[in-house]
């Protein structure tokens, strides 16, 4: 396995960590704390906290769908959809969420990279830049945008020359950065 692919493995796990703790919060508040448990009912686990149901997972995302779905207008929702299919590695599903999420916020930064890596990892690494593309027209240091870029350019479209010149403005942009270098260590000698 390539180094930047561990790279996007373990931020995609730390994101999913954040994202179900997110959720797992939200779900708590919307539930009823009952004064007593009903008879026979097992005891929560030390910590006072339930143990995790991969239902309640499934719950918790169908509450987003339906929530999503009844306002047209609710950009979290949608982009709260996005990321947890993204999380989950089904980014043909994370990305028509995405696109809702974006016609509501078109200016999100963090929406159009995630948005452009989803079209990465289904083989459309010229909408994946145009995307990015975007993002840096929003925020032109945007370092995810241009980490991405030299991704795209060097491992996808084998263009060495762009991807040299995208990581010479990351360079400048950040300076010292340990995942820049990393990036710059691991890109094809060619």
Excluded at 44 to 56: E, I, T, Y
Excluded at 130 to 145: E, G, H, I, N, Y
Aim: hydrophobic share 45%; with cysteine.
């Amino acid at each position: 396995m390539k180094k930047e692919h561990v790279l996007m493995l373990v931020a995609g796990f730390v994101l999913g960590a954040v994202v179900t703790f997110i959720l797992m919060k939200q779900y708590q508040a919307q539930q009823a704390v009952p004064s007593a448990a009903p008879a026979g009912a097992a005891a929560p686990p030390a910590g006072g906290q339930p143990s995790f149901d991969p239902n309640q997972h499934n719950s918790i995302i169908a509450q987003f769908i339906e929530k999503a779905k009844a306002d047209p207008k609710d950009a979290p929702s949608k982009i709260m959809l996005g990321n947890i299919y993204y999380d989950k590695g089904d980014y043909a599903e994370a990305i028509p969420w995405y696109e809702e999420g974006l016609k509501l916020e078109p200016t999100n930064t963090d929406v159009l990279v995630d948005l452009g890596v989803c079209y990465r990892e289904i083989k459309q690494p010229d909408k994946a830049l145009s995307l990015f593309d975007r993002a840096l027209q929003v925020d032109p240091k945007k370092k995810q945008a241009l980490f991405n870029k030299v991704v795209v350019y060097a491992m996808d479209l084998k263009q060495m020359d762009k991807a040299r010149a995208v990581l010479q403005a990351l360079e400048r942009e950040f300076p010292g950065d340990a995942a820049v270098q990393q990036l710059k260590d691991n890109l094809p000698k060619g």
